[in-house]
Every structure is written in C-alpha cells, then in structure tokens.
C-alpha cells in the first residue's frame, strides 16, 4: 500500500518534522508511555487528489462545532500511541483528517484508520481560535517537561508572569527566543473543555502555557518552532533547578539587563 506522502515533498517534510520533534520528546523523557499529543495544520499541502480521497473511517464528531475548520486538514498523532514509536512509523501511529463541512465531524483519510488523540477536539479548538485571529501558526504541541512541571507544584510560580520573569532572567536567550513567555493554567481535568478554554483565553498573551501539575501546550509556525519554546524554557528550568541543588538561590539577571536584552533584540516589553 502506498503513502499519501509519495510524490509529495512539503507534505512528507510535515510529517518527518513531526516524527523528528517526537523523538526528542521521547529522549528527554517527556513523553512516557502514551503521554503528550502533537496536531498539524497540513491544509495548505492538500492537492486536489487528497481532497477527493474517500475517507477510511467512519465520521465522527469532534463534540464541537469549529467553524474556522471547514476545509482543514490535519495531521494527529493516534490515541495511544508512543512518541517513540511516531518518531520512527510516524505514519502507523498517525493519521491525516479532514474536518467535514458542517465543522462538527472528522473523517481519517490516510494512511491508516488510527484513531487520532483524545484531546483532538481541545486542539482543534485551539487551532479554529488561531485561525479566527488570523494567525500564521500551524502546531501545537502538549507533552510533560519534567522541570517545567515541577515549578508548576509550588504555588508562588503559579502567580501570573513570576515564572515567566524568573525563566527569563536564568539565561539571556531565554526572553530573545520566548518573548511571550509563560502563561499559567490552574489545574483542571486533563481533556476537559475546560482546559481548551483556559488554554485559548491564555494564547492570546503567551505561546506556551503550562497547565498545573500536567505539562505543557504550544502553538507555533511549525512542529519544530512550537518545541524550540518548550525547550529553551525548560533549559532555563533546569539551570534555576541546578542552582538551588547547589545550595543557593541564583541571583538572575536584574532588571537593567533585562531591559538592555529587551531593546537589543527588538522584544515586547
């Protein structure tokens, strides 16, 4: 059986990203078992050919009704499916969809009929909101930083921006290559609604939010942009961690670097 990604280079250069990103996911340990889900924006890939595939599943709904999504196409990884097992069959453990016309229901079109996330319907809400807002970004990636959620247990930096500032300050790229920093979602149930409108209320300030005792979601121009945010952040959790287990609270940049970084790079203040 052929792949729908032969004979299409953009559309298989997609894909391979989001096969490199989830094993990076996996060797960093932040994708145990089936944890963590990543939901392209492929649309502007789709031929006509795809466009009139039958589909190979049965229409479901999504539970919402997306307006911004008529037309869309999107690659996802599958519902219980490993990071590291996408990272190498990306196509075995993933599934091209596309939103029906009522925006209310999805069809698997390629390459097999795998089931995709359970929390599809709270990416595809956040993708129908960067759409409305006429957004540019295509990914969005949840997975479970180890550092980043365990800032999220101390209750001072679930206060809004003071992990931002602190994240910031632990190392100068950190706001050049982040500079919306980190929005902060109380806990909530895992897969919820209630978790996607916190999620959407918070992306309109920040491009990565952690959610309390959960891990993190980001929305970027691509697969590979969305885990560059996670991971410089993460570093900077990491070199706040390092120097507490040192014995010491660092010192940070003060706020004259900070402002200093923030008018070189040309950053939001």
């Not at 060797?27 to 031929?47: C, L, P, S």
């Not at 109380?186 to 209320?201: D, G, R, V, W």
């Not at 929305?219 to 040192?246: C, G, H, R, T, W």
């Amino acid at each position: 059986m052929s792949s729908i990604l032969e004979n299409r280079p953009a559309l298989r250069e997609e894909v391979e990203k989001v096969a490199e990103v989830a094993g990076y996911l996996w060797q960093k340990g932040w994708a145990e078992r089936n944890g963590g889900n990543i939901t392209v924006n492929i649309t502007e890939h789709i031929d006509d050919e795809i466009r009139n595939m039958p589909a190979i599943s049965p229409v479901t709904p999504i539970g919402l009704t997306l307006p911004e999504l008529k037309g869309c196409y999107f690659y996802c990884k599958g519902t219980n499916m490993r990071m590291r097992d996408l990272a190498r069959r990306p196509m075995d453990n993933g599934s091209i969809i596309r939103i029906t016309d009522d925006c209310a229901h999805y069809e698997i079109i390629a390459d097999k009929p795998v089931k995709p996330t359970s929390e599809l319907p709270s990416h595809l809400a956040v993708h129908n909101y960067l759409i409305s807002k006429g957004s540019d970004y295509k990914a969005s990636v949840h997975t479970h930083p180890i550092e980043l959620v365990a800032m999220s247990h101390c209750k001072k930096f679930l206060e809004k921006d003071v992990a931002t500032n602190l994240l910031w300050s632990m190392i100068p790229e950190t706001k050049a290559f982040c500079p919306r920093g980190l929005g902060i979602i109380p806990y909530k149930l895992p897969s919820s609604n209630e978790l996607a409108e916190a999620t959407i209320k918070e992306l309109g300030d920040y491009d990565v939010t952690l959610w309390e005792k959960h891990g993190v979601f980001a929305v970027e121009k691509d697969v590979m942009a969305a885990f560059d945010q996670i991971d410089v952040l993460n570093k900077s959790a990491l070199i706040y961690i390092a120097a507490k287990n040192m014995g010491f609270e660092p010192d940070g940049m003060n706020n004259e670097q900070m402002r200093e970084m923030t008018v070189a790079f040309n950053l939001p203040k």
